[in-house]
């Protein structure tokens, strides 16, 4: 039998506010343990929580771009559940109201599959602590620093049938939220974290399954090895005659495989019932257009901008506009008169490789547009070859170190004096008489390792375009 997969998506997204949603403690990542909380946020009695209004502005920003209708009379809820890392035991939400419904994302996958992907509703909420778990001493610990940070939870509807899918989509939703300036959707700081719905049924089937769902996906490439070794699992339960259980699951990225943790509840399970101490939001047609101007210009609009105004490459586009940072560093660098192709050429190569081999992301790096720009408009007027200026790149990347300082410290500028180039030349060929002979007898390779010797007597100065031509104009004679 010929099985398919059926995945919905609920993805909890930390707002990029200073504060938190219903206090006025520091959202900052890290700290030392329950150093970020108050009598608010840990729930303590005679506490009220105040909405933080760049919350319901963030959350209404992100409906919008997610093309979602707008709850314009919407209320708080209490989730009532019993874990040890929400303090007051019960957490604020939305469920019969929430302030978004019925959005859509338009995805292509890598393999050119394109869809809509349906937004069953967006909702705000606070987040939970964090539990410690110490196996020496075999005690559980509470951080509450988390408590009360401000989240959006954007749930789907059960659209995807593949990893590629699902990984298409969440690269769109991180893009699109960081365009917004919403969230940076770190997952290695718990910013985007999202849980996966996962059921299988005979192709061709509309019936669902029953569905488990996952937690504990840190990464993209985990939500694609947990999608695959869940899915098989599933599969493999059902042909052997035995049933899949509705439950909560937890990937475990060392032995690559789900556990149990949980039943997997329901809303009645939680007890929902009103908020009494947060009255119910009113949204006006005059909010909401302020908003809608706010909105930036995104991914898709740079995108057709960069091929009308610069007409680079579909794939420089792709490339420059798949982070905000980065689209925002090469449109800085353009304004500062360096060449949009030259530009792009440098962000894909030496900056994209520096971001991944530091693992940082483009909007935490040092190098400023101004560096970048200057080491370009030297290679263009012949001060460095793009050899050296790459090696000069790499010098100043970490610091934002000064191009113009390093190049004169260390002597690195280039050298466009035709007699020292002949007489590179002159010494090297007086050196390399079989390299000569076998380039005449045909031998191509030899051409390459003159104009390496030469390079090397120049001390890496010269132009190579010029050292090129100097070696072949000698080998002629």
Wanted: glycine share 6%.
């Amino acid at each position: 039998m010929t099985w398919e997969t059926v995945i919905g998506l609920e993805t909890h997204v930390e707002l990029a506010t200073r504060t938190k949603i219903f206090c006025s403690c520091t959202t900052e990542f890290g700290g030392a343990p329950n150093t970020h909380c108050c009598p608010v946020c840990t729930g303590m009695p005679g506490t009220l929580p105040v909405l933080n209004k760049k919350v319901l502005e963030f959350a209404v920003k992100a409906g919008v771009a997610l093309n979602g209708e707008i709850t314009r009379h919407c209320k708080f809820d209490r989730k009532n559940y019993f874990y040890p890392d929400l303090p007051k035991a019960y957490q604020i939400s939305q469920l019969y109201l929430p302030i978004v419904r019925n959005g859509r994302v338009p995805i292509r996958t890598e393999s050119g599959i394109e869809k809509v992907i349906r937004i069953h509703e967006l909702h705000m909420e606070e987040d939970a602590g964090k539990l410690v778990h110490d196996p020496w001493l075999d005690q559980t610990r509470c951080d509450y620093n988390r408590c009360g940070v401000p989240l959006i939870e954007i749930v789907t509807e059960p659209d995807f049938c593949s990893a590629e899918e699902v990984i298409a989509y969440l690269e769109k939703l991180k893009s699109t939220l960081q365009y917004l300036g919403v969230s940076d959707c770190k997952m290695q700081e718990g910013s985007l974290r999202c849980d996966v719905n996962l059921s299988v049924r005979p192709a061709g089937s509309t019936e669902l399954g029953t569905r488990t769902e996952m937690k504990n996906l840190s990464s993209f490439k985990a939500i694609a090895r947990a999608i695959a070794y869940e899915s098989k699992r599933q599969i493999e339960l059902i042909e052997e005659g035995k049933r899949v259980i509705q439950e909560t699951r937890r990937w475990d990225e060392n032995k690559d495989a789900t556990f149990a943790m949980r039943s997997k509840e329901n809303a009645q399970d939680y007890r929902y019932f009103p908020e009494p101490d947060i009255p119910p939001l009113e949204i006006d047609q005059e909010y909401l257009d302020s908003i809608r101007r706010q909105q930036p210009e995104m991914a898709e609009d740079k995108m057709t901008r960069y091929q009308r105004d610069y007409g680079l490459p579909v794939y420089d586009i792709q490339m420059l506009t798949g982070q905000k940072a980065l689209a925002d560093f090469f449109e800085r660098c353009v304004s500062l008169g360096a060449d949009p192709k030259q530009t792009a050429n440098w962000i894909m190569g030496q900056v994209l490789g520096q971001l991944s081999a530091k693992t940082l992301e483009a909007k935490d790096m040092k190098l400023t547009p101004p560096t970048l720009v200057k080491l370009i408009l030297m290679v263009k007027e012949g001060r460095l070859n793009r050899n050296t200026a790459v090696k000069v790149f790499e010098a100043v990347f970490d610091e934002d170190g000064d191009v113009e300082e390093y190049v004169k410290t260390h002597s690195l500028e280039q050298v466009n004096d035709p007699g020292a180039l002949a007489a590179a030349v002159e010494k090297v060929f007086a050196a390399n008489p079989q390299s000569i002979a076998d380039f005449r007898a045909g031998k191509e390779k030899a051409l390459g390792f003159l104009v390496g010797q030469v390079m090397r007597e120049m001390k890496g100065k010269a132009d190579p375009q010029a050292v090129n031509q100097s070696v072949r104009e000698n080998l002629k004679k």
